[in-house]
């Protein structure tokens, strides 16, 4: 899991950063997001983010609605590849990605995706050559920041973990209980519960008789915060961690405090965004979804561009070397075209919203 201190200690310029020094040309960026349908809000963010990073630069945005329908990602590669861009971002739908990057590779255009997590589609980046990185997370990076919290916080603690028997959280308690198991750590118990119930007595029964004190829960918001109320009520002490889906809309049960989750930050709130943000409040924009990672996308292709000395051409080589300052920290990418740092924090819930917890004091 990252290092929370990494991205915000010792930063001397982040988030709208002076602009570098670009050759005469202006440098072309495709934004390729939904405009419309059930996304559009999530297009709207990134098309406000690039906005705001551009502003008092020399970069001229190219909008491209992306639909996520099968089929149309080669159209939206030639769309970007006929209005001459340097390089695009965005790119919300795997879908996209896969049609869309055959042509952008063939005409030397790289692409920063900001949402597509499948692993699979990395792979066949790699394989297919394509000048795809991905500024988000990875289908394992969640399961690997729960992993490495655990790990380190909670090696001497007996430890129990606990999935709803869905298929989704299900396979990540497996994988998560493997992961302990190979570095040395047995759970007192591992269990399946019944989700969407009314009380969880009995399983808080379970998980005091197995003597445990410290509970991860693959599972919803709503079941966690049962199984977080039903603790309290029969006095057994738990230190609960849920994973990103906790960050969702509240429940008619309400989630207690102190109650952790691994999840992504609203990075706008963070220090690293302060400038964005308050540019954006200024602008009307609340800077929330995808505002801060579209801004950075923008202030990370003009620091290439820059350390490419306004060469597109060598753009895709200087994305894959550099370590760029953004509106979301520093960011750099390993030799698979992965965030060198796993993107997912701490959050611990303070009565009305999760915070990032910034210290090892987790308890």
Not at 44 to 65: H, K, S, Y
């Amino acid at each position: 899991m990252r290092s929370i201190h990494a991205c915000l200690l010792g930063l001397a310029i982040t988030g709208l950063a002076a602009a570098p020094s670009l050759a005469a040309e202006s440098l072309k960026i495709g934004v390729v997001a939904p405009v419309s349908g059930d996304y559009a809000v999530l297009g709207e963010q990134a098309l406000d983010g690039a906005n705001l990073a551009a502003r008092d630069r020399d970069i001229a945005l190219t909008p491209v609605d992306e639909s996520c329908e099968d089929g149309s990602g080669a159209d939206i590669g030639r769309t970007l590849a006929d209005a001459g861009v340097d390089i695009a971002i965005g790119f919300f739908c795997s879908e996209t990605v896969r049609g869309a990057m055959p042509v952008l590779r063939d005409a030397g255009i790289p692409a920063i995706t900001l949402s597509a997590r499948s692993m699979p589609l990395m792979a066949t980046a790699l394989k297919e050559g394509w000048p795809l990185f991905r500024m988000a997370p990875n289908d394992q990076d969640e399961t690997d920041a729960i992993v490495d919290f655990i790990m380190g916080e909670w090696i001497d603690q007996p430890v129990a973990l606990l999935d709803d028997g869905t298929i989704y959280f299900r396979e990540m308690v497996n994988a998560v209980r493997n992961m302990l198991e190979e570095r040395g750590l047995q759970p007192v118990l591992v269990d399946t519960f019944r989700p969407a119930q009314e009380q969880q007595l009995s399983l808080v029964r379970r998980l005091a008789q197995a003597g445990a004190t410290h509970v991860f829960i693959g599972g919803t918001r709503g079941d966690v915060a049962i199984v977080a109320r039903d603790a309290i009520q029969q006095g057994v002490d738990l230190t609960i961690l849920g994973a990103e889906a906790l960050n969702a809309r509240e429940t008619d049960v309400p989630l207690e405090p102190g109650v952790m989750a691994i999840g992504i930050p609203e990075y706008g709130e963070l220090p690293p965004a302060a400038n964005l943000a308050d540019l954006a409040e200024s602008q009307g924009i609340i800077p929330e979804g995808y505002v801060v990672p579209a801004a950075s996308a923008v202030e990370l292709a003009a620091q290439a561009m820059a350390a490419a000395d306004g060469d597109a051409a060598r753009l895709a080589a200087m994305l894959a070397a550099g370590q760029f300052d953004t509106a979301l920290g520093p960011v750099s990418f390993t030799d698979r075209h992965e965030l060198a740092d796993n993107p997912y924090f701490l959050l611990r819930w303070q009565g009305n919203q999760f915070v990032p917890v910034f210290d090892s004091a987790r308890q």
